[in-house]
DNA sequence: AATAAAATTGCAAATTTGTCGCAATTTAAG
DNA sequence: CTTAAATTGCGACAAATTTGCAATTTTATT
């Protein structure tokens, strides 16, 4: 079901969902937000490095995916249409991210404060970092 | 004022204030968030590239300065400890940065909702994204 | 102020990350 | 099934970041 929508908002832009593009979608599915790193690493002996790299960057463009920004480098996740809209915990330390509880209350409240600006927003992120439950136990 | 209070903050962990952690520090202050290749750029003839990079990694470990995701890469400020705490609106035509207004009550209730985890916090980010007012008006 | 030990830096090389052109392959259209 | 267009793999390249180590600077001590 996920796979018609993919292939639905790819051929809406005149793409085609080939093997390649299947492959970064599935390695993108169901996880949590990915390094290029890791992906590049599990692509390989399937698809190019090369080849991942323009996927994920068609895959921006065309909004199925979305960047994350984490520490120093940057992590890919399905975007909202597959994940819906949330945000993350990230912890420093193990380097794992959480899903952040929904809060629409919150984001009313971001909406809000960026109303009183001129700027026109066209979407946010928020990261919260610190230690997750099982990294606070060993206590660093 | 400011350079005491970076000197004590090095001291503190057994670092000393040497003249480029200071150029850097100064690369940094009352300026909007920048990038390493700029950073490196203002850097040439006075102090090597590694050094800067070496530099800010010091600097973010201390919590001088703090890495703020934008886009694909990174910008580096100075930390809440010299600017006070605030979030950014990123305007992703011209890439220049804005400071979002003070809210106390987002503040607020970013806290509560991690509260309702398990995750400890030692911080957040918040990046808005979209265009800022005079990249509307040449209406890309 | 002189000196020795420790910390820091510059330099050059290595690694990693991301991009690009183009020929070979795959996909879509008729 | 054939052809045109899109996509991929491959290699080379460019940029970003890291690292080892010798030279320099800083700090602590006399």
Redesign the interface.
Same mark, same amino acid.
């Given at each position: 079901m996920h796979y018609e929508t993919l292939k639905s908002l790819l051929k809406k832009e005149g793409y085609s969902l080939t093997k390649p593009r299947k492959l970064v979608f599935d390695l993108l599915l169901n996880q949590e937000p990915q390094s290029m790193q890791v992906l590049t690493q599990r692509a390989i002996g399937k698809i190019d490095r090369a080849t991942v790299y323009r996927t994920v960057e068609l895959f921006e463009r065309l909004g199925i995916v979305r960047?994350l920004?984490?520490?120093?480098k940057?992590k890919i996740e399905l975007s909202d249409i597959f994940t819906g809209h949330h945000h993350h &915990?990230y912890?420093?330390n193990c380097g794992r991210m959480?899903d952040? !509880?929904d809060?629409p209350? +919150?984001e009313t &409240?971001?909406d809000s404060?960026?109303a009183?600006?001129?700027?026109? !927003?066209?979407?946010?992120? +928020?990261?919260?970092?610190?230690?997750?439950?099982s990294c606070?136990r060993l206590a660093i």
């Amino acid at each position: 079901m996920h796979y018609e929508t993919l292939k639905s908002l790819l051929k809406k832009e005149g793409y085609s969902l080939t093997k390649p593009r299947k492959l970064v979608f599935d390695l993108l599915l169901n996880q949590e937000p990915q390094s290029m790193q890791v992906l590049t690493q599990r692509a390989i002996g399937k698809i190019d490095r090369a080849t991942v790299y323009r996927t994920v960057e068609l895959f921006e463009r065309l909004g199925i995916v979305r960047r994350l920004n984490v520490g120093w480098k940057y992590k890919i996740e399905l975007s909202d249409i597959f994940t819906g809209h949330h945000h993350h &915990m990230y912890c420093t330390n193990c380097g794992r991210m959480f899903d952040l !509880p929904d809060s629409p209350m +919150l984001e009313t &409240m971001i909406d809000s404060v960026v109303a009183k600006t001129e700027f026109s !927003p066209r979407g946010h992120q +928020l990261e919260i970092y610190g230690l997750c439950a099982s990294c606070q136990r060993l206590a660093i």
